[in-house]
């Protein structure tokens, strides 16, 4: 089993900056990669940015540039650094952790881009 916490959701203006955080604890030696995740009101859920075990990345084209995906293997957590953020990035960001014996998902976080 694998838990993940997230922080650092909340209301921000446009073009303005958020970090989000996701801590993981316990199989995380299972866990081969680690990302986020955010699903607009009426839409589905989409992938944002990704982290492999091997420190590969990829982004979703709507993020890429503005978003950076990192991890701290010390204190098993993966970040995610949004800049420059739009309106249309509103939305409840969820951490995700893909490991050998299936997906975990974290509670979600609200962001808010609004003026």
């Known amino acids: 089993q694998v838990q993940l916490v997230e922080s650092g959701g909340g209301l921000v203006q446009p073009g303005g900056s958020l970090r989000l955080s996701c801590a993981a604890s316990?199989?995380?030696?299972?866990?081969?990669?680690m990302g986020w995740y955010r699903q607009a009101p009426g839409k589905q859920r989409e992938s944002v940015a990704r982290?492999?075990?091997?420190?590969?990345?990829n982004y979703a084209d709507s993020v890429k540039g503005r978003f950076t995906i990192s991890r701290d293997n010390a204190k098993n957590t993966v970040y995610l650094q949004m800049n420059s953020l739009k309106s249309k990035d509103t939305a409840v960001y969820y951490c995700?952790?893909?490991?050998?014996?299936?997906?975990?998902w974290g509670q979600g976080t609200q962001v808010t881009v609004s003026s």
């Open positions: 982290i492999t075990s091997g420190g590969s990345t």
């Open positions: 316990g199989s995380i030696f299972s866990i081969t990669a």
């Open positions: 995700n952790a893909a490991a050998v014996n299936g997906d975990y």
